[in-house]
T-cell receptor, first 114, second 114 residues
Framework: AQSVTQLGSHVSVSEGALVLLRCNYSSSVPPYLFWYVQYPNQGLQLLLKYTTGATLVKGINGFEAEFKKSETSFHLTKPSAHMSDAAEYFCAVTFTGTASKLTFGTGTRLQVTL | EADIYQTPRYLVIGTGKKITLECSQTMGHDKMYWYQQDPGMELHLIHYSYGVNSTEKGDLSSESTVSRIRTEHFPLTLESARPSHTSQYLC?????????????FGPGTRLTVT
């Protein structure tokens, strides 16, 4: 069965510092991977996705993630955190033949301090 | 731009009442989903639909029911609300055949049962 593990339920960074949110998946077939962001009292917004092709994917708001098959990882990074990045971030995975059902990680709350 | 709507956004209701949470999308997507999300917690799939007249239960058991009579509409009903149903409910949709597998989310309904 597919699964996603997000290491660190809370991450705190200073404004301007590097953001690194970790996501590992388990799968026996090629995955499709997603990062979503959720602001308070809102739904989820897609940040970026990996389906096929280039393993380094760029998303909105300056975020990017790299698919590393050998490490079964899809970590999310941003070179310089902004206060507006404070939110909950979810990693998700799906595979072909699953009716596009996503399996979500438990989420990481990003706090950005001055 | 994804267009998926949920009403009401917030609902406080007494135990035993029947409620329907509305979800509509204007994108013509064939697949739709309902997730339950407790505060600070991961999302759990409770229902999904492949298309009109198709509904399936998700990974998390739920006392709610859904219907899909029209492509754009996927309401969720609780016949008799209980405090244990207090949660946030998120609706999503996706499109078959694009190969992207991404889901578009509505803003959510925060339900409180007193």
């Amino acid at each position: 069965a597919q699964s996603v593990t997000q290491l660190g339920s809370h991450v705190s960074v200073s404004e301007g510092a590097l953001v690194l949110l970790r996501c590992n998946y388990s799968s026996s077939v090629p995955p499709y991977l997603f990062w979503y962001v959720q602001y308070p009292n809102q739904g989820l917004q897609l940040l970026l996705k990996y389906t096929t092709g280039a393993t380094l994917v760029k998303g909105i708001n300056g975020f990017e993630a790299e698919f590393k098959k050998s490490e079964t990882s899809f970590h999310l990074t941003k070179p310089s955190a902004h206060m507006s990045d404070a939110a909950e971030y979810f990693c998700a995975v799906t595979f072909t033949g699953t009716a596009s059902k996503l399996t979500f990680g438990t989420g990481t709350r990003l706090q950005v301090t001055l | 731009e994804a267009d998926i709507y949920q009403t009401p956004r917030y609902l406080v209701i007494g135990t035993g009442k029947k409620i329907t949470l509305e979800c509509s999308q204007t994108m013509g997507h064939d697949k739709m989903y309902w997730y339950q999300q407790d505060p600070g917690m991961e999302l759990h799939l409770i229902h999904y639909s492949y298309g009109v007249n198709s509904t399936e239960k998700g990974d998390l058991s739920s006392e709610s029911t859904v219907s899909r009579i029209r492509t754009e509409h996927f309401p969720l009903t609780l016949e008799s609300a209980r405090p244990s149903h207090t949660s946030q409910y998120l609706c999503a949709s996706s499109e078959t055949g694009t190969g992207s597998y991404e889901q578009y989310f509505g803003p959510g309904t925060r339900l409180t049962v007193t």
